[in-house]
């Protein structure tokens, strides 16, 4: 059982990182969470989630190496190829035949990793359609929170071993050789897109006709996969396509995604929701904000189209009525159940007027059809008189949506022009009601005096406010001097820092031997100029490598008894072997290896150096 201080102190530790660096790994699933940062806490030696928070403060750049530990970029060519030949067959020519010819189609990747997963899309797409096509009609936007696999899928660029999934022809249609390395061809890189996203954060890009997130919603708790998956659906077009990995169902979303093939993990957008089920979907992003937002916003709209004084019908494009509010249903004797009929069934659509061909001529026209004076006698016998507005509603491409009709009464503006043969009764009228004007008036002047005695009341209490402002102020002014001062120490200490690692590097280069340092796991911390010379591996391929591993002309597995004695020997121990080896020119030559144990601050073994030197024979 976790211990309730441990899981409090680990909370501390990621609202730490979500300030201080905008990565809020809140969401993500805890049991997995703090295995990943215990490990990496492990390397440095430090035992607490607090001590942590402080070697973080101390050394920022040990966030670049928890980042790379939490954010894990496991990723290949046509992982599951059978699911992508299943993509290419059936769902891509189902989304192209489905567009415009010139539409462009919108797919996104979201976790793209190092970028595998975001070519084999381009191409399946290029399988499916052509390549020319894919140029043409095709844009492909990759997304990631993690920016240094964000910069390596932007080169594009992998090593013979990372395209084991592609077939030769495959590699040999999609990617030109550069030395030993192999580049997405630069014509089909146009097509993708990257930028870094946060799927729990950041707004979803819209009107996506594949979007492609296989294996990423797994490392997520189930609230948080919620509110992704309801900005997916959101992001998708109505008939768009999701496709998953294999580890994740969608068992739970039924009223979201419905499965076109389950075994393959690929579904499809459910979207009949109704308006109140899309807003319920929606509220999901944010909880405790956009749920009241929307909400509120739907119970206002809804009222003020139910308790609006003109009476309004609303006929969808199917000639169905889909709305009616209080004022219409009183006017017209309608009710609920009317609500989902067919209009023309409805006497409403010709009494008290012809409304079904109002609305041909508002659709023909693509304008508001009035009629005025139009006379309907009440259930209770009276008269009255409408204005009839035909309006059409349309969307933002001018396609038809249905109509709006509204009913306005203008019956008091007939009776006016009764009563104009009244006009002596109406000047009477009219003069009574100006000395209850001017009764009104003088009670309204004594109500704003009332008002400006508030309003001096409120001006003291701003004064004081302000003195209190100012006080505020002159503290935030002390505290950003301080701050200040700690940020040139913080200068100071990074310029020292730089100093000591290039005398660090000034020394290294100047052996005349080889130096290799290994830490107690036998990964490499140190290869020198000198050893690239000798053995043709450069520092960033060898740099975290294990010693053991390495495929190099030093025959390294010679060494593992020297290294492990001097790990478990003394500080002072030192052993020296001389060994055959071939050299990066192919020659042979005797190399002398000198290992001696790399002491700590506090005396202990952390490592061993290794010195390697040419012996001539």
């Known amino acids: 059982m976790t211990d309730p201080k441990e899981n409090r102190d680990f ?12 990565f809020d790994f ?24 607090n001590n942590y928070l402080d070697y973080l403060e101390v050394h920022p750049e040990e966030f670049i190496h928890l980042f790379n530990t939490l954010l894990i970029n496991v990723t290949s060519f046509f992982r599951d190829r059978s699911a992508w030949e299943y993509l290419a067959s059936e769902i891509v020519p189902r989304i192209a035949a489905r567009q415009e010819p010139k539409k462009i189609i919108r797919v996104w990747a979201a976790g793209c990793a190092s970028g595998q997963e975001v070519y084999t899309i381009a191409m399946t797409i290029a399988q499916a359609i052509g390549i020319e096509k894919l140029r043409e009609r095709v844009k492909i936007y990759a997304t990631d929170v993690d920016d240094e ?20 022809e495959e590699v040999k249609l999609f990617f030109e050789k550069y030395d030993n390395h192999y580049v997405f061809r630069k014509d089909l890189r146009r097509c993708v897109i990257f930028g870094r996203h946060d799927l729990i954060q950041d707004a979803p890009i819209s009107k996506i006709d594949l979007l492609v997130c296989r294996n990423t919603l797994m490392y997520f708790n189930a609230e948080t996969q919620s509110k992704i998956l309801a900005r997916f659906h959101f992001a998708l077009q109505g008939d768009g396509f999701l496709f998953l990995g294999k580890g994740e169902m969608l068992l739970t979303h039924a009223n ?5 093939d389950l075994k ?22 944010d909880k405790e904000e956009a749920a009241n937002h929307l909400s509120t916003h739907l119970r206002l709209r809804e009222a003020a189209f ?29 009710t609920t159940r009317d609500v989902g009929r067919l209009f023309q069934d409805l006497e409403i659509s010709y009494r008290p007027i012809e409304l079904r061909s109002c609305i041909e001529q508002a659709y023909t026209e693509r304008r508001v059809v009035n009629i005025t004076d139009v006379m309907w006698q009440l259930a209770e016998g009276e008269t009255i008189y409408l204005d009839v507005q035909v309006a059409p509603l349309l969307d933002t491409d001018n396609n038809i949506l249905g109509v709006s009709i509204n009913f306005i009464e203008v019956t008091h503006y007939q009776r006016l022009q009764q009563e104009l043969q009244h006009s002596n009764q109406e000047l009477e009228m009219a003069y009574e009601e100006l000395q209850s004007t001017n009764e009104e008036l003088e009670t309204t002047n004594e109500e704003l005096q009332s008002t400006n005695e508030e309003l001096e009341t409120i001006n003291e209490e701003l004064q004081s406010t302000n003195e209190e402002l100012e006080t505020m102020n002159e503290e935030l002014q002390s505290t950003n001097k301080e701050l200040q001062t700690v940020n040139e120490e913080l200068q100071l200490r990074s310029e020292e820092l730089n100093q000591s690692n290039a005398f660090l590097e000034s020394i290294l280069a100047s052996l005349k031997g080889a130096v290799v340092v290994v830490n107690r796991d036998l990964h490499i911390q140190i290869w020198n100029y000198k050893a690239e010379d000798f053995w043709g591996l450069r520092k960033e391929e060898a740099l975290g490598q294990h010693f053991l591993n390495l495929d190099i002309g030093l025959p390294v597995k010679q060494l593992r008894q020297p290294i492990r004695l001097c790990l478990l020997g003394k500080p002072s121990d030192s052993f020296e072997v001389v060994i055959e080896a071939i050299n990066r020119r192919g020659r042979s030559i005797q190399c002398r290896v000198t290992c001696t144990p790399l002491i700590g601050l506090q005396g202990q073994i952390q490592g061993a150096i290794l010195l390697m030197e040419a012996v001539k024979k």
């Open 256 to 260: 979201k995604f419905t499965p076109v």
């Open 264 to 285: 393959r993990r690929i579904f499809t957008k459910v979207s009949n929701l109704n308006l109140r089920d899309q807003l319920a979907s929606m509220a999901q992003i």
């Open 26 to 49: 809140t969401g993500y699933k805890r049991s997995s969470l703090m295995r990943r940062v215990s490990k990496r806490m492990q390397t440095v030696n430090i035992d607490t989630y």
């Open 149 to 168: 696999a964000l910069n390596q899928a932007r080169q594009g660029s992998y090593l013979s071993r990372e395209l084991s999934g592609l077939t030769p």
């Open 11 to 22: 909370e501390v530790l990621l609202d730490y990182i979500k300030q201080s660096r905008g």
């Open 306 to 334: 139910d308790r609006s004084p003109l009476g309004r019908i609303i006929v969808d494009a199917n000639g169905l009525l889909t709305m009616a509010n209080e004022r219409a249903r009183v006017l017209f004797n309608l």
